[in-house]
């Protein structure tokens, strides 16, 4: 074989690998602009609506009326319990806790 046919194929396997890979790479490239453009023109048309609809004159009613205030409901000292079962409780609760009541209290 002569030099020259050697160089032509070496070229020729050489483009063969490096012409489909830049087309490839190409593509992809063009395809990632192609989406950007679409994200942008769907985010610009998002915030044209968004833009009108802060645009339109909002129109606010007075209320007719204010709500009355929460009344508080008076329990019975009964509903307390008597000294007994506040015995039983205090007989029942952590010592830890017991303590925390005492500090409390003074």
Do not use: H
Request: some cysteine; overall charge neutral.
């Amino acid at each position: 074989m002569s030099k020259q046919l050697t160089f032509t194929l070496a070229c020729a396997v050489v483009l063969s690998a490096v012409v489909p890979g830049v087309a490839g790479y190409l593509s992809a490239r063009f395809e990632a602009i192609e989406s950007a453009e679409r994200n942008l023109r769907a985010i610009e048309a998002r915030l044209d609506v968004r833009e009108a609809r802060g645009a339109r004159p909002v129109s606010f009613a007075p209320c007719g009326r204010t709500p009355d205030a929460p009344r508080l409901q008076e329990l019975p000292a009964a509903a307390l319990g008597d000294d007994e079962s506040r015995k039983r409780w205090a007989r029942d609760m952590p010592a830890w806790l017991e303590e925390v009541e005492q500090a409390g209290r003074n």
